[in-house]
T-cell receptor, first 109, second 114 residues
């Protein structure tokens, strides 16, 4: 059973913010929301994770709704190098990450 | 972020031979290692989980006698694909567990079995 739902693809303009949605309506109280991305033919790259509160780091911001049933990853200023498949994953304490299909993000000049 | 290396980055082998893939966490200690594989145009699939010094736990459908995992130390894990066949051709990725809940990933090893 898919634990997260993401749009299969999205385009965004270089220099603009990219907002990537993720639904995780069956998330349980001890599950974290993780975001990873995978550039073609490379291993996944960690972006950010959170439990309840919004989080921000040098790469992105993570906005989690109050009911925790959905979240949004924000890339504040997308560049061409941000073109990748972005995975939203929910995981319990055992850290076992199950990857879905992700969202293929294409940043266009 | 943490530095994870895999060797080799790509390998071509003949059917029936065995291939060993090494995964090293260069600047942190990984008590747990996850191994994934990824077929073309598909997502990553978890194969097995190993803890340092213990036997690996394999996901359903993954043959433990075919994919031998050794987690000999906190910085090294190996995956050996025994008696490889063309259907084993895939992108194999290791993922050591860090201390702050983030999961690091190696750069991957592309295996082609001819």
């Amino acid at each position: 059973d898919a634990k997260t739902t993401q749009p299969p693809s999205m385009d965004c303009a270089e220099g603009r913010a990219a907002n990537l949605p993720c639904n995780h309506s069956t998330i349980s109280g001890n599950e974290y929301v993780y975001w990873y991305r995978q550039i073609h033919s490379q291993g996944p790259q960690y972006i950010i994770h959170g439990l309840k509160n919004n989080e921000t780091n040098e790469m992105a911001s993570l906005i989690i709704t109050e009911d925790r049933k959905s979240s949004t990853l924000i890339l504040p200023h997308a560049t061409l190098r941000d073109t990748a498949v972005y995975y939203c994953i929910v995981s319990q304490d055992d850290y076992k990450l199950s990857f879905g299909a992700g969202t293929t993000v294409t940043v266009r000049a | 972020g943490a530095v994870v290396s895999q060797h080799p980055s790509w390998v071509i082998c003949k059917s029936g031979t065995s291939v060993k893939i090494e995964c090293r966490s260069l600047d942190f200690q990984a008590t747990t290692m996850f191994w994934y594989r990824q077929f073309p145009k598909q997502s990553l699939m978890l194969m097995a989980t190993s803890n340092e010094g213990s036997k690996a736990t394999y996901e359903q459908g993954v043959e433990k006698d075919k994919f031998l995992i050794n987690h000999a130390s906190l910085t090294l894990s190996t995956l050996t694909v025994t008696s490889a066949h063309p259907e084993d051709s895939s992108f194999y990725i290791c993922s050591p567990q860090g201390q702050l809940r983030e999961q690091y990933f190696g750069p991957g090893t592309r295996l082609t079995v001819t």
